[in-house]
């Protein structure tokens, strides 16, 4: 017989609240990108699409870590792991070309506009994903 399911580790505690700072992510990227390549495509499609791209990112970790369950888990930390380094190549190039980009993504400057937490986040979600992972046998560490 088998146990009652309790919720997964990784949306609870502080795990709410890094799911909710991935949720408020996911959506204000996603409003953005999606406002920016509807009306302005033509004047930063590279930077509008990264946009996007992050949205995407952030809405499939969003998803990893309130779901639960070993496939979501690694789910969520491919993403998260797809994040950094979103952030810290598109970070590092915006920072050595200034111009590279015709516009500002979520990612540019390692997220300066956004308080740097685009490059925070993803440094929490690994850290939790880790922290929260299953033991060996009966699911806990």
Not at 71 to 91: D, F, N, Q, S
Not at 103 to 125: A, E, H, I, N, R
């Amino acid at each position: 017989m088998t146990g009652p399911v309790s919720e997964p580790a990784t949306r609870q505690g502080p795990g709410r609240l890094l799911v909710a700072a991935y949720a408020v992510f996911a959506v204000s990227a996603s409003a953005r990108s999606a406002v920016q390549i509807a009306t302005q495509f033509t004047v930063a499609p590279v930077s509008y699409l990264l946009s996007a791209v992050a949205a995407v990112v952030y809405l499939v970790a969003t998803v990893g870590l309130m779901v639960g369950g070993a496939r979501t888990r690694r789910l969520a930390t491919a993403a998260i792991l797809v994040e950094l380094v979103g952030v810290l190549v598109v970070g590092t190039l915006t920072v050595l070309d200034d111009d590279l980009l015709a516009d500002q993504t979520v990612w540019s400057g390692y997220g300066v506009g956004y308080g740097f937490v685009p490059l925070v986040l993803p440094v929490l979600g690994l850290a939790w994903v880790w922290r929260t992972r299953p033991g060996p046998g009966d699911g806990t560490r």
